[in-house]
């Protein structure tokens, strides 16, 4: 593997070790005060500089996120607030939301609260505020690499109505700095069940600033409640109460994936904080095109919600009836499952990005 600046053999750094968590490892932890008493994080170290932590009682999801002990991630005035507080009406989504890294929208609802003939759908669904379980930790060796693994089961069902199961794992290895997550989502039910999901990425300050540079992939650029897309998706601004967010959509052009099959956008910070001193430093986030054909961008530089978000998806974030209307809503027939992959990349070599 490579690690600080060279390349080891697993027995070579055992032997320089008391044991291999010295380095990078996984630790199970519960937080206890507040309303986040009674929350379970995951906590995940690389070694290369990226710690992140995986919430257990929330979705699976992720909240803080460093490199080098600086975070990349914003984080909700909510904190880790316990699932035990959700209230699923309206908008109440907002109070008890933890921002941080990742908050998965879903599974049945995204976006604005909605209301149709399978009953009433609050602000980008529940599985966010739903606990996981059969949660499992693996660090492995394989050959001469240390793979760090995280998987659980977040289930969304209901009597007389619809059952979806999301299988999620995470994938990291000693000395990357990178995160890689597989989701498969099965309709365990015996009918035909809507499925939307929206991935909520979630980027804050030191990461962003004005000297922060965006690049996105191909694709057709339109923003909510605007004839014209406003500008100032590409570039960031300071802190201001009187700012309003921005949502704008990226409908990938064909173009827009790799050989992969995968789309890429990319925020740049050409001197992010670390260790007393700045470097640049590239955060890449990749994601499968073909099940998430659409990049949700949530500009909101304002004071306190000083935060982007992106947010790879099947859907929009209208709600269901605009979904229908724009070409429908993705249906799982009964025992039918889809598949999901992402990746974030933290990288300090990269150059600035030309616009």
């Not at 044991?19 to 630790?27: A, F, H, S, T, V």
Request: charged fraction near 25%; charge should be negative.
């Amino acid at each position: 593997m490579r690690l600080y600046g060279r390349d080891w053999t697993k027995r070579e750094l055992e032997e320089r070790v008391g044991q291999i968590e010295q380095l990078g490892g996984i630790r199970r932890m519960r937080l206890t005060e507040g309303a986040e008493a009674g929350v379970e994080w995951i906590q995940v170290r690389t070694g290369g500089g990226l710690t992140y932590y995986i919430n257990a009682s929330k979705g699976l999801d992720i909240s803080l996120a460093e490199f080098g002990g600086t975070p990349i991630s914003w984080q909700s005035p909510n904190g880790d607030a316990h699932p035990a507080y959700y209230d699923s009406s309206g908008e109440e989504w907002l109070r008890t939301a933890s921002g941080g890294l990742l908050m998965t929208c879903g599974l049945m609802h995204v976006g604005s609260p909605s209301e149709d003939e399978s009953g009433r759908h609050g602000q980008h669904g529940r599985i966010h505020h739903t606990p996981a379980k059969q949660v499992g930790t693996v660090v492995e060796w394989i050959g001469d690499e240390l793979e760090l693994r995280v998987t659980g089961v977040v289930q969304e069902t209901t009597i007389f109505g619809g059952k979806l199961r999301l299988s999620r794992t995470f994938r990291s290895r000693l000395g990357e700095n990178r995160i890689e997550i597989t989701d498969h989502v099965e309709n365990i039910g015996f009918k035909p069940c809507p499925h939307m999901i929206l991935y909520h990425f979630n980027f804050g300050f030191p990461l962003l600033d004005e000297k922060t540079t965006f690049r996105f992939p191909q694709a057709e650029l339109s923003a909510v409640n605007h004839k014209v897309p406003p500008a100032g998706h590409d570039r960031w601004s300071a802190p201001s109460a009187a700012c309003e967010e921005t949502v704008y959509y990226h409908r990938l052009r064909p173009e827009a994936a790799d050989e992969q099959g995968m789309a890429e956008a990319e925020i740049f910070s050409p001197s992010f904080p670390v260790g007393g001193r700045s470097q640049p430093l590239s955060v890449r986030l990749r994601w499968t095109t073909a099940t998430l054909p659409r990049l949700v961008q949530w500009r909101m530089p304002g004071a306190g919600e000083h935060v982007l978000g992106l947010e790879p998806a099947n859907c929009g974030v209208e709600g269901r009836a605009s979904e229908t209307a724009d070409g429908g809503i993705r249906i799982l027939a009964p025992g039918e499952t889809v598949s999901y992959k992402l990746e974030l990349i933290l990288d300090g070599k990269h150059e600035k990005i030309e616009r």
